[in-house]
């Protein structure tokens, strides 16, 4: 588990392969600063070493780009996709200035953001499909935040009945964090991120 505590927030990320396999062809990436904060969850097609080739390349990318807008980002994932099986990438940015979060998706990861004064849960949908290295339509959304929410990033190993209630009914990251890893089910590659945005 990657834990991050910091006054503007607090992450948890967990992440198991699939039985059998020793490496995941999932992959995430977290990064923060004063001013951003910006994570990734990334699954490459396919399983074991494959998937993991193409996966691998999201948090270099990220980790020297970071700056960029997801947008950028994001092209530039899809272009080194280019002769390799492709990857299922979201990547999100929260903005502690602006108190303000971005996110997009391309392929089958799902997000959600829970707000403590707002009934409505966020869950902006994905543009189907992978990054594959060719030329790619992307959909990326901005938000604004408060303190007390709540926010999860998982790839398609974790399935979750009811995301609503289960956000609805946790304290806080931490507590989600926990009650995922308790009914995570082992058959695949798994990857998640939990966050409470605190300012
Ligand atoms: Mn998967």
């Known amino acids: 588990m ?28 977290t990064y923060m600063n004063e001013q951003y904060f910006l994570c990734a969850i990334a699954d490459g097609l396919g399983n074991g070493p494959i998937a993991r080739q193409s996966s691998e390349i999201i948090p ?19 272009e080194l996709m280019y002769q390799k099986r492709g990857a299922a990438v979201a990547i999100m940015k929260v903005d502690f200035i602006a ?12 997000f959600y953001m829970t707000r403590r004064d707002d009934e409505k849960m966020i869950y902006p949908l994905p543009v189907m499909g ?14 604004t935040y408060k303190p007390g929410d709540l ?17 609805r009914n946790s ?11 308790s009914t995570i089910e082992h ?9 409470s945005l605190l300012q």
């Open 2 to 29: 990657e834990v991050i505590k910091h006054p503007f927030l607090e992450v948890f990320v967990y992440q198991e392969a699939k039985e059998g396999n020793k490496e995941s062809g999932d992959t995430y990436f």
């Open 60 to 78: 270099l990318i990220l980790a020297e780009y970071h700056h960029e807008t997801i947008d950028e980002l994001l092209l530039r994932c899809n």
């Open 99 to 110: 108190k303000t979060l971005e996110y997009s998706c391309v392929g089958n990861i799902k």
């Open 130 to 143: 992978y990054l594959s290295g060719r030329p790619q339509k992307l959909r990326t959304q901005l938000y």
């Open 151 to 167: 926010f999860l990033l998982h790839s398609d190993g974790v399935v979750l009945g009811s995301p609503k209630s289960t956000m």
């Open 171 to 181: 304290a806080g990251a931490y507590c989600l964090h926990q009650t995922l890893v």
């Open 187 to 195: 058959g695949d590659d798994a990857t998640f991120i939990t966050g």
